[in-house]
């Protein structure tokens, strides 16, 4: 028997930094369980280039990025969703799409490293931070019995990782 591969959608305002980096993230830690996406309710249309800086630095694939519209998620041909996150406090506080499929969600708001101010070295350290941020609570998540965990109790462990920072 096949085991079971969970979709994951990230979600953020312009898709061009944090949702994209917790994509990358996800299709690297999830080894083959989970098939990661991102997208925003207002895409930039293009990814950060400190985005790119960011994940190739980590050994990331950067193949085939480019910033979506959360509406690409919502049709009829769109994947069934098993899990939506936000990962940015602005899209968490909208009315976010109607998910076929209805999905767990929960929300792991972090800063916006886009709106870091300083140095480029500076900024750059702002999206590495974001992406360790993202990287710990993504390897918790991966890390949860999710076929043996009832919908409540795998809600209040995905809602936890939301609160988690630092390293777990």
Known sequence: ???N???VLFLCNNNSARSVMAEKLMEHWGKGKFKAYSAGNTPKGSIDPLTIKTLESHGLNIDGLRSKSWNE?????AP???FVFTVCDDVAGEV????PSQPMTAHWGIEDPVAAKGTDEERLE????????????????VALPI???NRIKLKGEIDA???????P
């Open 1 to 3: 028997m096949e085991p």
């Open 5 to 7: 591969v969970f979709n």
């Open 73 to 77: 998620f919502t049709g009829k041909d």
């Open 80 to 82: 069934h969703l098993d």
């Open 96 to 99: 976010c799409p109607i998910w």
């Open 126 to 141: 702002v999206f590495q931070r974001c992406c360790r941020y993202l990287e710990n609570r993504i390897k918790l998540f």
């Open 147 to 149: 076929d043996n965990l």
């Open 161 to 167: 990782i939301g609160t988690i920072i630092g390293s």
